[in-house]
C-alpha cells in the first residue's frame, strides 16, 4: 500500500496537537524545521517550524 504524507500548517501547534491525539493517534516524535525550503513552502522568510509526527495506536502511518 502506498501511502503519501500529508500536512497542515496551523497557528497553534500544542492545540492541533491536543486536538488530534484526543481522536485517537499518538505522537512519535517532533522537530524544528528551517531553511530555504521552508521559507519558500510557506511564503515567511526567515521561518522556524515545528514538526509532529502522529502515528495510530495500532501503528499504521509508521514509516518502515
Known sequence: MLRAPAG????????AVAFFTG??????????????FLDTVIGIPDSIGLRA???????AGRRP
Do not use: H, Q
Not at 53 to 59: D, E, I, K, N
Open 53 to 59: 509526527a502522529p502515528v495510530t495506536r495500532g501503528g
Open 8 to 15: 497542515g500548517t496551523v497557528a497553534d501547534l500544542t492545540s
Open 23 to 36: 481522536l485517537g493517534p499518538e505522537i512519535e516524535g517532533s522537530t524544528f524545521v528551517e531553511g530555504a
